[in-house]
């Protein structure tokens, strides 16, 4: 099926509807970003960015960035602080919604960025944490963005870096000592994944309209549940991608 825009735009504004008006992001970098500054362009304008830098933005991010601390994203930002002051925020729970990516995912929404293999014999060593499992244990709620495809979708991940629903159950958390949040959603180049309320397990809530539910689980290494109203994934809209394009005018991030 053809279209007028990429798996990476589409992920964009996926994303960008799982923030609400008024919540407090931790965005990162990458297409995160752009779902931030996409979001407050349109139905959050009063959606407030944390960045780990020490950043904190209540404005929309200039474009062309390349990085969280290009000078532009510096300049007008509501708060230039450090590390600690906005990880502050996020552990006494502040965070509404906390944006991640990782190298594998599974089931449960557990995301490994640590090793593939045993941890004793790796095969790939990884760039372990950074702040995704201070994200993971402690915004209200977590999205992950990945590309989709066997290596990368686990039905156990090899190591867990990031923990989502452990195990399985949505208790498994707070037996951990997890007292907020947990997965609410994995948006891929195929498909948006959610989270059951009870087992906490991953079911296929909509497949991209360029695919198939079929493609979707021969590219998921376990058998994936479907929503009971599984259908496409809305497209964007000729004024989303207009401002996708607007704040990523040579598709370094979306191409």
Known sequence: MATDYTPQELMVVAAAREIADGEVVFVGMRLPLLAFGLAKRTHAPNAIGLFENGLVRDRVPPPDLYTMSDAPNVADA?????????????????????????????????????VIGSPNEPRVKLPGSGGGADIACLAQRLV???????????????????????????????????????????????AVL?????????????????????????????????????QPTPAPTADELRLIREADPHGFWTR
């Open 144 to 190: 992950s963005l990945m590309e989709h495809d066997p290596r990368r979708f686990r039905e156990r991940v090899d190591f867990i870096t990031s923990p989502g629903y452990g195990e399985g159950g949505v208790d498994w958390r707070a037996r951990q000592g997890l007292v907020r949040g947990g997965p609410a959603a994995v948006i891929t180049t195929l």
């Open 194 to 230: 959610r989270f059951d309320a009870v087992s906490g397990e991953a079911y296929l809530a909509t497949y991209h309209p360029f695919t198939t539910q079929q493609a979707v689980q021969a590219a998921t290494g376990w058998q994936l549940r479907l929503a009971e109203d599984c």
């Open 78 to 114: 509501a708060w230039a602080t450090g590390l600690l002051d906005v990880m502050q925020l996020l552990q006494r729970g502040d965070v509404n919604l906390g944006f991640i990516g990782g190298a594998e995912v599974d089931r449960f929404g557990n995301i490994n960025t640590n």
